[in-house]
């Protein structure tokens, strides 16, 4: 069974490595024959996330390079398509593939379909704004990371979808260690640059908390971030440090703005978290409000000072940060990581073959 996989990005980047990736193996341990085409590689994500700055003659040669990988298709048993062919181009690829009666797969973990339908330009939005709906339709397999993706790819026709989540390698994930002192109270957040937006959301949060008590934000893979008046520690994201990090933290966050966007996101950082037995704090948005059980392994605040109530409850009860932790990680253990997902990935792509 020959399988073309066309990821967006390389092993470098955080959600082709967990949509794809570290399936592999699993894969071709089921006798599946596996060639990875990805459309960006490593110098795009390391000067992307360096500089925030995409090199347009860079995606040009990128585009080309995607464009020889599909010459030789008609070989494959199966494609398999992270999000879409090309960004901000036409659905006319797809559209051929599935005329070729090649079968597809198409994989999302974000709602990128919003990045047309609900653009600025009215140019983007009139071209581009049901793209991914058409991508859905002719696709053999939708498969999607949360329900907010499952509804909209069942609303455009797809023939079949699939929910599998963002999951972690639970045999990767050690344990955080807890102590009775209390000492500095660190608050852990993981992610990219482009992410690290969300933090701004709750800055009066992290002014606010100083009086109460002494912490410090440590900051994992989001490059420089303008939190004046508040104790940072921010460092690099490399997969050999990172669950070190992770178990580094008191707790971990993941605010989000109350928008169609992320309504689309997998909640992968707080899978992360839990996975270390580390309680959780998250903005009551899209999948966050799956992942988190209210006081059972984390808190929803939906204002400020509800997060401010949630970080001083942890910073004052270890007992609590362990109880809460204890319940994430067995919540990971049951339905978030690859030792239960990847069985599922499997049985659906052999239904398309």
Known sequence: M???????????????????????????????????????????????????????????????????????????????????????????????IHLLKIPYIVDYDDAIFHNYDLNKSFFVRNLFGK???????????????????????????????????????IEQYTIKKYKKDKGIFKIGWIGTPPTSESLYLIKDVFKKIISLFEYRLILVGSGNVNLPEIPIEVREWTKETEVGDINDFDVGIMPLYDIPFEKGKCGYKLIQ???CEIPVIGSPVGINNNLIIDRWNGFKPATNDEWINAFYELYLDHKLRFKMGQAGRKLVEQNFCIQVTASKLIKAMKSVL
């Open 273 to 275: 978290y839990m996975a």
């Open 131 to 169: 793209k991914i709906d058409k991508i859905m339709n002719y696709a053999s397999l939708v498969i999607v990371g949360n329900d907010y993706l499952a509804e909209r790819a069942k609303n455009s026709g797809a023939k079949l979808v699939e929910y599998i989540p963002s999951a972690i390698d």
């Open 2 to 96: 020959k399988v073309l996989i066309l990821s967006r990005y390389s092993n470098l980047g955080g959600s082709s490595r967990v949509r794809i990736y570290q399936y592999i193996p699993y894969l071709i341990n089921e006798g599946f024959d596996i060639k990875i085409a990805p459309l960006f590689d490593d110098n795009y994500l390391i000067y992307y996330y360096k500089y925030g700055i995409r090199k347009y003659k860079d995606i040009l040669y990128y585009y080309i390079k995607r464009l020889f990988n599909l010459v030789k298709i008609k070989k494959y048993d199966l494609l398999w398509i992270e999000k879409e062919l090309l960004p901000f181009f036409p659905s006319w690829i797809e559209n051929i």
